[in-house]
């Protein structure tokens, strides 16, 4: 696409993400092989892949949940291989869950507002927020984004499913984000709830670039500009959505009963 | 699962309530907590000397040293069985630095400058204990703080150096100041109960502040937080280092209420008194620890009375409370507090502890 050709002369060689011969082993099983991406900023790309291909393993290297076993992995330039996951969050990566993972005890606007103490310096803060709280407004509007002002006071427990999973979005935009993994964002969602998932996701700021985990194709391929495609732990693929959509060995591996 | 049916029937009227399920729905709202708070105030008018010191002074000594333990399990999901511990180092430090009868040893600084002291290089130890603790999980968390317990309690009685060995230090001076003895009977007591009150309405404060919200946040999700960025490991040493704090005060008020300290005041029952207290009380909110409390100092004064006049041992007092224990633990995992709120959604009379409340300041 000329958009990201464009940039990455803008950029010069400076990537967004960059994954060298990343291989993530557990025990003796390889849950990610030698496993190359660049990821330039501002870059929306989908990662598809049958069950067990790796994808979520990816995420959890780059976020540093799981350190992979080989290669490096650059943030912006910086190696962040080992670095623990809240530093690479400060420097604006973020995360969904494919499993909500929220504070169901919490209000919504509280868990959002988390979110925004997180990559701000008010972490430690011993005071309650007042009413004209910079951190606290932020949350109001990151509430606002995802659509969910009219619930904001209610505690996340009460939320119904597709309204905690805008909430897990809301609390990946906190702050300043660079990249966003989503984790199969539009999972247990309505027709209605995608469209508007996809509404969400395609009206982001355009510097912000993400990668979502997606097995609806609709979803996936409406709102990324290339795709990857990974099979056992490897890069099977990676090109437009258009190639990736009509090529005959991913139909073969994916789009044709490709789900164990 | 009964907090969820209340969130639904509250939920027509969500501006009603505006607040979070936990660490709120603070007993501020109740009126029977206003009662309470008049007679801790009143209480000098009422009580004679013995009911003020032993009874309420220790339910609010121990309550703030419990109450430490309740913002580590309850916000934070960490047992610590070192919260005596670190009350009683800071109860050693104030005699090792301030005044004493064991003049070889204590420095015989002003309290002003020895408390202080006592109260930073508490703090100190016990972010400290917490910074090892903190590597590990539950369980393993409670044997690591137990082990520094019981270091302690060994060092104590071996040392005798600086901690005067089994004998410990005795004849510890108190603050005197403004004319008044502060360890009088009625101005030790409203020292007591305006540090406790302090404690209790700090931790109240903090469970809504950043730090608290993300403390809970921890003890829900930890990855999640750290995916948020928060370091987690930093926010647990952080809560150890201010729970310390809270213990040290009530060290410092234990060491002047006896006018001593020994290794039997920081011995392994004592810590164990602690998470008793704890969670008869209730973990859930910072009122628990002082309920707890009361019901142990209660017991512990008048169950060997009560066992002696039915005609059994009075040293087998503790196995009343063993036995309350056992109770309620098994009626309720959260406590008295607990037990009571399950009673009034239930839609029973509201007053089922007359005197349950005599411990929140």
Partial sequence: MDRVADRLSAFGSTAALELRGVTRMFGALAALTDVTITVQPGERRAVLGSNGAGKTTLFNCVTGDFPPSSGTIRFFGEDVTGFPPHERIRRGLRRTYQISALFPGLMVRDNVYLACCGVSRGRFSLLRPRANDVLMHAAERLIEAVHLSAVSERRVSELAHGQQRQLEIALALAGAPRLILFDEPAAGLSPAERRELIEILTSLPSHIGYIIIEHDMDVALRVVESVTMMHNGRIFKEGLPQEIESDPEVQELYLGGGHE | ?361
């Fill in chain 2, 1 to 361: 699962m009964s907090l969820i049916e209340r969130a639904h029937l509250d939920a027509d009227i969500r501006t009603a309530e505006p607040r979070p399920a936990f660490a709120v729905l603070s007993v501020n709202e109740h009126p029977a907590a206003w009662i309470v708070a008049v007679l801790l105030l009143i209480m000098p008018l009422i009580a004679n000397g013995f009911f003020l010191i032993e009874i309420f002074g220790q339910t609010l000594i121990l309550g703030i040293i419990a109450l430490s333990l309740m913002f580590l399990a309850g916000y934070g999901g960490m047992v610590s069985l070192m919260q005596l511990t670190v009350a009683g180092f800071a109860g050693y430090m104030v005699a090792v630095f301030g005044v004493s009868g064991n003049a070889n040893i204590s420095l015989g600084w002003p309290w002003w400058l020895a408390m202080p002291v006592a109260l930073v290089l508490a703090t100190l130890f016990g972010t400290l204990g917490g910074a090892l603790a903190v590597r590990t999980e539950g369980i393993y968390t409670i044997m690591i703080t137990l082990a520094i317990g019981a270091a302690f309690f060994y060092f104590t009685n071996q040392n005798w150096a600086i901690f005067n060995g089994h004998t410990g230090i005795n004849t510890v001076a108190t603050p005197h100041f403004w004319g008044i003895d502060w360890r009088a009977d009625i101005p030790f007591y409203y020292l007591t109960l305006a540090i406790a009150a302090l404690c209790y309405f700090a931790v109240l404060y903090l469970s809504r502040a950043p730090f608290g919200l993300a403390l809970q946040g921890v003890r829900d999700n930890p990855r999640r937080m750290a995916a948020l960025g928060f370091n987690v490991n930093a926010h647990r040493v952080a809560a150890y280092a201010l729970a310390a704090f809270i213990a040290a005060l009530g060290g410092v008020l234990q060491v002047w209420d006896y006018h001593q300290i020994s290794p039997g005041s920081v011995a392994v029952e004592r810590c164990i008194d602690i998470l008793i207290i704890a969670v008869v009380g209730g973990i859930t909110r910072p009122v628990g620890p002082f309920i707890g409390a009361f019901i142990f100092v209660m017991l512990r004064t008048f169950a060997l009375d009560f066992l002696v006049k039915i005609g059994l041992d009075g040293n087998r007092f503790r196995l009343l409370i063993g036995i309350g224990f056992l109770v309620i633990v098994f009626w309720s995992s959260d406590g008295v507090v607990g037990l009571y709120e399950r009673w009034r959604r239930s839609g029973k009379p509201a007053a089922t502890h007359p005197r349950g409340g005599g411990g929140h300041g």
